[in-house]
């Protein structure tokens, strides 16, 4: 036993625990100190304070902690504990939460050590060991110097929309008192761990589970074998196996061929090393153009490489070009990335047994509360859980209406978290088993097994006349989405559609193709496609510029589209586009000031549509109920990740009803058909807004009774599919606008400032606004310069840690000067247009521009920077 105090009080624990994080988790109950890596200690979430020293727990062995004193945030006065929360929820210091308790248990120490001497350069610095993935770093530092000075802003709750205020269960969030789905802990609970495939493309001879399932401490080894109904998933196409079975074949190194299920994680993981599987090894498929070409289906029972097609033309893009003054040929290529969102993937399934009510999240009917049949209630963390509940259902051959799922509010997600992870295993054991199971994958896992950003290679050919007008522009686009379709031929869809970013090109003619080969699966990532296209459009329009003799800004404003342009595909604009040139306007002073000063500068221009649109019918539904105990409950169908949807609904209903934000209570779950999809598209405040206000309205209408259920909605059902072979189809509802201008330090190259100007159409919460364009810089930062996830030859990740992501930590992280800009999209709720992907578009321009004029060297590949991170370029030649 290892004996040490914790809060004040001795303990004792066993000393089979791999290092004090899972003593405190899984022994003491501690939950406050999160696990987003261990053993690796790269993310900061499991810091406590050992012997008055910030200490990372998951690095801290426990013959290290005897003898020791323990301090984590539940030890902590109450005073203190309210002082820090207050102090980030007011700033906006945190977004998902997941990372904030870590982060403040160091926010101790140092002002502990330093107290009011802590400057905001040495904060940052010893922030280095904690990453943040949401905020960008700013706004922690904001609070964190406010503490140091004693200071302590008054955290106020939001009004109506359009007000400043702290995001839903800030505090909870901040103090980890808020649980994460590893955080919780049913009584019976079981842990799952998988077993992945150790070749990207083999067939499976043999699975060999006896040596896992002869462990003491193993229920069960689950393999395809166990699957009662449908062995695949999917959110477009239904192609992505939960299991590889004996006489398949792996297509990537995230397949799952077992789970092991035991009475403890440990267990469960150690046993998984003991499955034996025997391969027939293949040669891999890891050139998409060679893919392309090739007859050989790199993919298991699919034929072909090729996922998709997207193509248009407008106009007569070779007679354009033919008559253009100047032309640009170049070719741009991006990189694979990864999320990095902090909290790994987690599920946690529950049986529930006849006649055993459901779990009481919220207000059921007396239909829902009981059941004569066995059913099933899953907590999952995913960006759409009516779709893992539909898929799940398949899995086990059931009917939907025996499965539940409620949304857990992740640990960030930013598109990896749409395509199920660990569901469908999770789920198949709990009702196989019929005990609670809960599988989380370590970091390593993770990064294996979910989505990418999709690296894509893109021939860019564009002309403009004289005076810098354009002409003419044709692209051919080559994207690896990996070998399983996730939304991958959606974001080469959305790629082509914004090739020509948000300028007015005559004559167009794009094509981009979605090859499928058995590197990392790719799928949906903040921005969604538009981020490449647009970083080789905007190089190639500052390449333009530099030939017809002006600057950056001025071949931008020359060409920047406005109402009733006909732009891309042939979408005729409306006057929600007058924000891209409000925001060109917005960076123009400091452009001019930054150049007179001889700084390097850069500026990028981007657009980002907000929903599916591509003639998709989107139907969001909320309901609002009102409670005898006075309070309100909004149930809405979107995923709250750290983006704030939670008090967009709440707000919403601030705005509509007149009542308290003390008096909502947010829920989200399936026992209400509220579906509408993924969170995706930065269409949650958009249709997550008008369906609240919808049932607001038919409450207030009603007299707003106790009891009822006033369901609302929000629809977008006008717009056409490219398919249509419309002239003038409308491709999307809405769009968001961004101008960055990027300045560089003239001596050093460093990034020295970043000017963001965001069109929302409405900022419904200013706050928290400011706070997402922050974290997409800093994401944009990151993706610009260092960021990448190359495979090798066999398909193989060459990073495998955090660290290694190379993601801009906060003594790197410049000030950025956030204008937001409120130009109402004529067809949305209070003008809505979105927030959550536009931050990020125009970055990676912006960059490249700015090192460009510093050193005179044009850039075409990501990152900028860090070449390590950037694709092999064997992998996209033939």
């Known amino acids: 036993m290892t004996e ?6 001795p303990v004792s624990v066993g000393d089979h625990h791999e290092h004090l994080l899972t003593a405190l988790r899984d022994e003491l109950g501690v939950m406050s100190p999160k696990d987003g890596c261990s053993p690796s200690g790269q993310c900061g979430c499991c810091t406590v304070i050992v012997d008055g020293k910030a200490r990372v727990s998951c690095q801290t062995s426990l013959e290290k902690t005897a003898g020791t004193t323990v301090t984590t945030l539940e030890g902590l006065p109450e005073d203190e504990r309210d002082r820090m929360a207050d102090a980030f929820a007011a700033h906006g210091a945190l977004q998902c939460g997941f990372c904030t308790p870590g982060i403040l248990m160091r926010t101790k120490a140092m002002i502990d050590k330093k107290g009011a001497d802590l400057t905001r350069t040495n904060a940052a610095a010893l922030l280095g060991a904690h990453l943040c993935r949401c905020t960008g770093y700013i706004k922690i530092l904001d609070a964190i110097e406010d503490l140091a000075q004693g200071e302590t802003p008054v955290a106020i709750q939001p009004k109506g929309v359009g007000t400043r205020g702290i995001k839903y269960e800030a505090a909870e969030l901040s103090l980890g008192d808020r649980p994460f789905i590893d955080d919780m802990v049913p009584d019976g609970l079981l842990h799952g761990a998988v077993h992945l495939s150790e070749h990207a493309r083999a067939d499976i001879v043999a699975i060999d589970t006896s040596a896992a399932i002869a462990v003491d401490g193993v229920v069960a080894v689950l393999t395809a074998a166990d699957v009662p109904g449908e062995l695949r998933s ?11 079975p004996e006489g398949g074949r792996t297509s990537y190194l995230g397949d ?17 090393e003991l499955v034996s599987v025997t391969y027939d090894v293949l040669p891999p498929m890891t050139n998409p153009a060679d893919a392309i070409a090739s007859d050989e289906p790199a993919v298991w029972t699919l034929d072909g490489n090729i996922l998709s097609t997207s193509t248009y033309t407008r106009g007569d893009a070779e007679a354009g070009l033919a008559a253009a003054t100047h032309v640009v040929r170049e070719t741009f290529q991006t990189q694979r990335i990864d999320h990095a969102f902090v909290e790994p993937e987690s599920t946690l399934a529950v049986p529930i047994p006849p006649g055993q009510s459901l779990p009481a999240t919220g207000t059921f009917g007396e239909s829902d509360a009981v059941s004569d049949e066995r059913r099933l209630y899953v907590y999952s963390g995913g960006q759409g859980i009516w779709d893992d509940r539909n898929d799940i259902a398949r899995i086990l051959d059931v009917d939907s209406s025996i499965v539940f799922t409620e949304l857990v509010s992740n640990g960030g997600a930013f598109g990896g978290k749409e395509d199920m992870s660990n569901q469908g295993q999770t789920a198949l054991a709990a009702w196989l088993l019929d005990r609670p199971v809960k599988t989380t994958f370590s970091r390593e896992e993770s990064l294996l097994v979910h989505t990418k950003r999709h690296p ?74 538009a981020n490449q296209a647009q970083f080789a459009m905007e190089g190639a329009l500052d390449r333009l510029a530099e030939q017809v003799g002006i600057s950056g800004w001025e071949i931008r404003s020359r060409n920047v589209i406005t109402p009733g342009v006909v732009w891309g595909p042939g979408q005729i604009m409306d006057d929600g586009c007058l924000g891209a040139r409000e925001c060109l306007d917005a960076v123009k002073e400091p452009y001019e000031a930054a150049r007179a000063a001889g700084k390097p500068v850069g500026v990028g221009l981007g657009l980002k549509n907000s929903g ?10 909320a309901v609002v109920h009102f409670c005898d105990d006075g309070a309100v409950e909004v149930r809405h169908c979107w995923t709250e990740m750290g983006q704030g949807i939670h008090t967009v609904a709440l707000q919403v209903a601030v705005e509509e009803l007149g009542v308290e934000a003390e008096q909502v209570r947010v829920i989200v779950d399936s026992t209400r058909e509220l579906g509408a999809g993924q969170t995706t598209g930065s269409r949650g405040t958009l249709m997550g807004a008008g369906s609240v206000k919808d049932a607001c309205e038919k409450a207030m209408a009603d007299g707003c009774k106790v009891g009822v259920d006033y369901e609302g909605e929000y629809r977008v059902d006008w717009t056409n599919s490219l398919n249509e072979g419309l002239e003038n189809p409308i491709i999307h509802s809405t769009f968001g606008y961004a101008a960055q201008l990027v300045i560089l330090d003239p001596d050093t190259g460093n990034v020295e400032k970043v000017v963001a100007a965001h069109d929302v159409g409405r900022a419904v919460n200013p706050l928290l606004c ?20 190359p495979c090798d030859e066999n398909g193989k990740p060459l990073n495998d840690t955090l660290r290694s992501l190379d993601i801009i930590r906060p003594k790197d992280m410049p000030p950025v000067d956030v204008i937001l800009v409120e130009s109402a999209e004529p067809n949305s709720p209070y003008g809505i247009k979105g927030v959550g992907e536009i931050g990020l578009v125009p970055t990676a321009g912006a960059v490249a521009a700015a090192m460009q004029d510093h050193d005179g060297e044009w850039r075409n590949e990501l990152p900028l920077v860090n070449e390590k991170n950037r694709e092999r370029a064997s992998a996209w030649v033939r």
């Open 4 to 9: 040490f105090i914790l809060n004040g009080t």
């Open 234 to 244: 999917g959110l477009i196409h239904k192609d992505w196996p939960i299991f590889i």
């Open 770 to 789: 400011e706070g997402q364009v922050e974290g997409a810089v800093h994401m944009g930062l990151g993706y610009a310069m260092s960021e990448g996830f």
């Open 256 to 272: 799952v061929l077992a789970l092991v299920v035991a009475e403890t994680r440990a267990i469960a993981r150690a046993a998984a």
């Open 612 to 621: 599916l649109g591509n003639g998709f019918k989107e139907i969001a539904k």
């Open 456 to 529: 894509i290679r893109m021939e860019y050919e564009i002309g403009c006349d004289g005076d810098g007008v354009l002409q003419g522009l044709r692209v051919r686009m080559i994207g690896d989405s990996g070998p399983y379709a996730s939304v991958g031929m959606k974001v080469l869809e959305r790629a082509a559609g914004h090739a020509s970013g948000p300028y007015v090109i005559p004559n167009i003619d794009v094509e981009a193709i979605a090859a499928r080969t058995n590197n990392s699966v790719c799928g949906a990532f903040r921005g969604f496609g």
